[in-house]
């Protein structure tokens, strides 16, 4: 990883301000303790503001000074990362936590999906797919059946259908070949697997015979196909026809 790449990825921890990693770059510019009057003039701000994000680099564990004489700052010589990590897993745990009462609370208040209306909708892009295909996965209540030759690895994805089989929810899955590290992941969320010689489209999954969403075509890494809720289909029929001639994979 180069300067660049560093910065780059402090950037999308979305933990740092702007200001705040222009002054830690100036500061990696220089071998030695060094004045925040030094650090102001090469970043082209004030002194005043130039302390403050110094201090907010300290908080965070990668700039280092005297208390007792803070007019002179130095790069940690000690790793931070492992402790912001931690930082941030517990504010990961705890918003977990938050989420599960929300959820309790809300489970009460469920109705029919899409408030028992027929739609047929098309979207474009792997931001639209993964939400929609996430909103079945929860909406479930019997059974899944995906049949695919492309199954997007993404946490997004994975955390529905686990709490889809927590549910009590069958997920099944026809696919003519897979990534080895998503087929172990979908195998830990108790999908059951069987392998088929041919698949039409990239991605089908329907939920309950009613709900599904297609995918068509996918290219460098983008997807489009249709989204559909309350519809009746003869999927299932056609599905369990391919899954008892199907191979375990």
């Known amino acids: 990883m180069n300067e660049e ?3 780059l990825f402090l950037r999308k921890t979305g933990m740092f301000d702007k200001l705040e990693l222009k002054v830690l770059q100036a500061l990696m510019t220089f071998d030695r303790p060094v ?10 701000m004030t002194v005043t503001n130039t302390y403050r994000y110094l201090y907010s680099l300290s908080k ?10 803070s007019k002179v700052f130095w790069l940690t010589g000690v790793n931070p990362f492992p402790r912001l990590f931690s930082y941030v897993s517990r504010e ?8 599960k009462e929300l959820e309790r609370f809300y489970s009460s208040r469920t109705g029919e999906v899409w408030g028992g209306r027929e739609k047929i909708e ?27 030759n492309w199954f997007p690895d993404d946490i997004v ?20 070949e897979m990534d080895e590290g998503v087929l172990e ?37 983008e997807c489009s196909g249709l989204w559909f809720v309350n519809k009746l289909t003869d999927y299932r029929k056609k599905f369990y026809d391919l899954w008892e001639e199907a191979g375990e994979l």
């Open 5 to 7: 790449e560093f910065f």
């Open 35 to 44: 004045r925040a009057s030094e650090i102001a003039k090469k970043c082209g």
């Open 60 to 69: 965070k564990g990668l700039v280092e000074y005297d208390k007792n004489s």
């Open 92 to 99: 990961y745990l705890e918003k977990k936590r938050i989420f």
């Open 122 to 148: 098309r979207y474009s892009g792997i931001d639209e797919f993964l939400p929609m295909a996430s909103y079945l996965l929860d909406a479930a209540r019997d059974e899944v059946l995906i049949a695919c």
């Open 157 to 176: 994805l994975f955390d529905s259908m686990k709490r889809c089989t927590e549910r009590g929810v069958a997920v099944k899955i026809l696919t003519t």
């Open 185 to 221: 992941i979908l195998r830990k969320l108790g999908a059951e697997i069987r392998f088929v010689e041919k698949i039409i489209q990239p991605f089908i999954m329907v939920s309950d015979n009613r709900h599904g969403i297609t995918v068509e075509m996918v290219k460098d890494g």
